[in-house]
């Protein structure tokens, strides 16, 4: 895809910075990275180069997908940016981060990962519950690994703090291309929704 040209799906991707000890998790990020570039999309991601945040990036960039990075000054005075992005977004925070990761993605989509993706994830699906925004939000569960996390959110459901509705505005599903197609579709069947920044 030329730089000129306007990408057709736009798909933040919040995953690991570091590897995991399963090799389906790289092939899973780089399963989704490759889809992105194939279906002429963009991603969004944290602007890393290690772990799974490199494997999506360099994955998507391979297939000819846009590839926007967005990481806040700590983290590239560590020397983690990924200088092969199209766009690199140096921002102060991590709330500017993930403010900016909202506003420039159509869908969300967790991999495999570590607290800081924990906490994205649960972040932009509280925004959606609040009304905040109304884009799609998707679940990789590679190789089981977040089969403890979905019993535990059942289970929340059960003894009452939580909602049926709640665990229903996130897709969970084990297929990279089959998960992102179901987004995107939904994606398409919403009105734009762009104002996070506003609520954050």
């Known amino acids: 895809m030329s730089p000129s040209a306007s990408p057709s799906f736009s798909v933040c991707v919040y995953c690991g910075s570091r590897p995991g000890e399963l090799p389906a998790y790289a092939e899973a990020a780089t399963a989704v990275g490759r889809w992105i570039g194939q279906h002429g999309g963009q991603l969004v991601y944290g602007g890393g180069r290690t772990g799974l945040m490199g494997t999506v990036a360099e994955a998507a960039r391979q297939a000819g997908g846009r590839v926007v990075g967005i990481i806040p000054q700590a983290l590239v005075d560590r020397e983690v940016a990924n200088p092969l992005c199209d766009e690199l977004h140096v921002v102060n925070t991590m709330h500017e981060r993930k403010a900016m990761m909202g506003e420039r993605s159509d869908a969300f989509v967790a991999l495999p990962g570590g607290i800081g993706t924990f906490e994205e994830l649960f972040e932009i699906w509280t925004w959606r519950q609040l009304g905040y925004h109304d884009k799609p939000v ?23 703090f939580m909602g049926e509705w709640q665990l229903d505005l996130v897709r969970t599903g084990t297929d990279p291309a089959a998960l992102l197609h179901a987004l995107r579709a939904e994606a398409s069947q919403r009105p734009a929704q762009n104002k996070l920044a506003e609520h954050v």
């Open 138 to 160: 998707g679940i990789l569960n590679c190789a089981g690994y977040y089969d403890g996390l979905l019993d535990f959110l059942r289970g929340s459901v059960r003894t009452g």
